[in-house]
């Protein structure tokens, strides 16, 4: 018996895999490559899946609730009492680490209606929530507009879902090119699709901004926006959903949240485009998100208060590294999210990621052509970014 190429099937050849940041082995890095959260969960998630293992240790036999309606529930009070940007969320008693505060939005963040559990989906990494998106509302037969940078899963949907793709160039700023997104889209009316504030550049689009866009661009078609970094300093759009019944707003626990690991993501739209999003989810994997998981992220939303004080310290720790770096001379895009995204002329970021590595630190490089003179590198703790300065200042 041997390997034949006719053993995989034709569709296998759309599939070009997405390379995430590396997790090398070899030695203890300070990880800063794939813009994780420094801290860890709050300590109620420590409890709450502690406790939940030894006292329904009988659930874990069990199938899950397969629509996490408990979890929708908590994402949805967490979404209204803190406008959904935790970096600017008001607190009110608790620890010193936030854990146990009472949280209310900013008032330009305020939610100007009541954020309810059926305008949620819930699902295993806001990852596995985009491949239901592209599978539910994009169609091969009309070309999908992003920019040409932006979360590079994208186009690795496209090719699973054979959906086209027109990818328009970013403005000379690194902005989004708006207009010809728009024009775009309008000619072939086709649906949109952005990281807000976007990756790897981590520059946001104000509300308005993207109420000015949405306006403008094809009314039967879905509009997305993947809210991955809103929490570290953007202008959330759920606000819109009061406007406009086509606006899919995509959010992961994975950043701001300290849950990487726990692989949780949801879409927040309207009840109906939430029913297709489930349609999808009970044809593929009935129960994307296990026992414990959502027992995690119940308490995460309880105790949101924790996380908007670790918003608010990557945010300080954002703005200072980015102060240090500008002061010696390195380009630094003015970032909303937990990253940033920087090149020094006269310098190959390849080499400096090479250097900082040895050092004993990871940052991300991509070769991308346009972008292989960037690093992107994530804000960890204090302690890590001190570190940085410091092998920084010596290569
Ligand atoms: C990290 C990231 C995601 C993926 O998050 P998971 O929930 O971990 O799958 C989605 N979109 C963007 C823009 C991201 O940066």
Redesign the pocket.
Known sequence: MRYTSSMISARMKNLHPYVPGEQPKDREYIKLNA?ENPYPPSPLVRKTVVCAAKKFAKKMGLYPDPDSNELKTAIADMLNKTGGVLCRTELKGGKKNGSGAECSPAAADKIPFAVTPDMIYCGN??????SFVFYAFFDSDRPLILPNFT?S?YPVYAGFYNVPLNQVPLKADWSLDREKMLSEANAAESSIIF?NPN?PTGIGLSRDEVRTMIKAAPKDRVFVV?E??VDFGGESCIPLLAEFTNLVI?R????SLCG?GM???YVVSSPELVNHITTVKNSLNHFPIDFLSQQAGIAACKDAGYYAVCAKKVAEERDSFSEFLRERGWFVIPSQTNFVFVRKEGHSAEEAYRKIKQAGILVRHFSTPGIEEFLRITIGTHEQMSELKRVMESI
Do not use: I, Q
């Open positions: 813009n990494g806001s990852d596995e929530v985009l979360y899963f990281a990756a993947d991955a970094y995509v992961t626990f994975s950043k990487a692989r949780l993501g």
